[in-house]
């Protein structure tokens, strides 16, 4: 098995779930972002980064954009969730949007997170409750699928985590391994 490592950049905890799933599961270590300086990175063959979407930004992105051309010879794999269900072309814009062509170009996955008012910081229950009564007026219009997700979820706890979401990384993680010892 190749050294590798899960780094993520978790606020409510959805990331962190993932991104210990998949260490575990691919036998890699894991971290948090916060932890670890870009020299660490020397270490490793495989870094899979993990975040989530707030506001269509990738909670990572700063940090890949900015150092990616001292990791880009490693084997890197992005991960994200969201409260949205996947949807392409919502997914192809905010890797569009996000990064760098090069990044974009890397494999990358997407899984549904959760939802929780309740434990969100002031500002994000602000932000929140704001775009619900926004999307809330709306009536009779065709919803986005992260709009639908907000309305699915109001003022409800939602755990849609799901360790199905990280299957496909997991194979992409595991025939990176089988590539080294052909
Ligand atoms: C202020 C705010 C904005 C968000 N924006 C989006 C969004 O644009 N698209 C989406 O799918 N989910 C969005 N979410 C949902 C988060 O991505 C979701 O809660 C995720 O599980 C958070 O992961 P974390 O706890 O690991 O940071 C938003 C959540 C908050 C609080």
């Not at 890949?64 to 990791?71: E, M």
């Not at 010879?73 to 992005?78: A, H, R, S, W, Y």
């Not at 709306?138 to 639908?148: A, H, M, R, S, T």
Request: charged fraction near 30%; proline fraction near 2%.
């Amino acid at each position: 098995m190749k050294k590798g490592v899960v780094v993520y950049k978790s606020k409510y905890g959805s990331s962190k779930w993932y991104a210990e799933k998949i260490a575990y599961k691919c036998n890699l270590e894991c971290k948090d972002l916060k932890q670890i300086k870009i020299d660490n990175f020397k270490n490793y063959e495989i870094i899979i980064f993990c975040g989530a979407v707030y506001a269509s930004g990738v909670s990572y992105k700063k940090f890949l954009n900015k150092n990616f051309d001292k990791i880009k010879d490693k084997k890197i794999i992005l991960f994200f969730n969201g409260a949205s269900p996947y949807d392409e072309a919502t997914f192809n814009n905010v890797v569009k949007s996000n990064f760098s062509s090069e990044i974009a170009s890397l494999p990358i996955f997407y899984g549904r997170g959760m939802w929780d008012l309740e434990k969100m910081s002031f500002t994000h229950r602000v932000l929140s409750k704001m775009l619900i009564k926004m999307v809330a007026k709306k009536e009779g219009k065709e919803l986005q699928p992260w709009e639908q997700a907000l309305m699915e979820a109001k003022d409800k706890s939602i755990n849609w985590t799901d360790e199905k979401y990280i299957e496909p990384l997991v194979d992409c993680v595991l025939k990176l391994d089988k590539k080294q010892g052909e």
